[in-house]
C-alpha cells in the first residue's frame, strides 16, 4: 500500500512555472507507475502525464506535451511534475496515483492510490 501526499500548487499568471511533487510513503514506491490527473471546476478529472516505475517511460496528454515533464526519484519516494508556460486553461485540482499496472495508463481505474490533491490556478 502506498500513500501519496501532493505540494506546491498555488496562484501564478500566464506563462509562468509551477512545480508540483507528490511524495510517498511505502517501501516499494518503486514498483508502481505513477500518473497526474486533474479536474478542473464543473468538469471531469482528466490524465495529464504517466510515469512508468523506473522513470524510463513517459506519456503526456496533448494538452500539455511540450510544456509539462513528468519525472520521479525513487530514493527520495517522490515524484515531480514541472509545469512550464502556464495557461488559465491548466487551472485545476492536481491529483497524483499510484498504479501496479506494468503498461502505459491513462485511465484513472487503473490507478488504485491517489492523493488529496493540490490547487494550481493560472491567473490570465
Known amino acids: 500500500q502506498v500513500q501519496l501526499v501532493e505540494s506546491g500548487g498555488g496562484l501564478v499568471q500566464a506563462g509562468g512555472s509551477l512545480r508540483l511533487s507528490c511524495a510517498a510513503s511505502g517501501r516499494t514506491f518503486s514498483s508502481y507507475a505513477m500518473g497526474w490527473f486533474r479536474q478542473a471546476p464543473g468538469k471531469e478529472r482528466e490524465f495529464v502525464a504517466y510515469?512508468?516505475?523506473?522513470?524510463?517511460?513517459?506519456r503526456y496528454a496533448d494538452s500539455v506535451k511540450g510544456r509539462f515533464t513528468f519525472s520521479r526519484d525513487n530514493a527520495k519516494n517522490t515524484v515531480y511534475l514541472q509545469m512550464n508556460s502556464l495557461k488559465p486553461e491548466d487551472t485545476a485540482v492536481y491529483y497524483c496515483a499510484a498504479s501496479t499496472r506494468r503498461i502505459v495508463t491513462v485511465t484513472e481505474t487503473e490507478y488504485g492510490y491517489w492523493g488529496q490533491g493540490t490547487q494550481v490556478t493560472v491567473s490570465s
Open positions: 510515469i512508468s516505475w523506473s522513470g524510463g517511460s513517459t
